[in-house]
Nanobody, 113 residues
């Protein structure tokens, strides 16, 4: 069982930035792929970005050019840097890891003026 804890969400104005963090409980964090998802109000959870064990990255179209996923294996932490946030980015952001398919509980991001 791997536990994931997200942090860094909050209220930000349109055009602003946030950096989300996801801390993993596993002792072999470097062996896990990490990903970020979000769920907007009334919508299904959607994939945003992924970083592999070898630090290859990929992004959904919704985040390309604005979001950057990274990881720090020494801190057992994955990050999602989000720039130029828009109202449509509002939602709960979840961390996900494989192998095992574990989810965090999410962190709320609200973009509003």
């Amino acid at each position: 069982q791997v536990q994931l804890v997200e942090s860094g969400g909050g209220l930000v104005q349109p055009g602003g930035s946030l950096r989300l963090a996801c801390v993993s409980s596993t002792r072999i964090f470097s062996m896990y792929d990490m990903a970020w998802y979000r769920q907007a109000p009334g919508k299904e959870r959607e994939y945003l970005a992924r970083i592999s064990r070898s630090e290859d990255t990929e992004y959904a179209d919704s985040g390309k050019g604005r979001f950057t996923i990274s990881r720090d294996n020494a801190k057992n932490t994955a990050y999602l840097q989000m720039n130029n946030l828009q109202v449509a980015d509002t939602g709960v952001y979840y961390c996900y890891t494989q192998p095992g398919g574990f989810w965090g509980r999410g962190t709320q991001v609200t973009v509003s003026s």
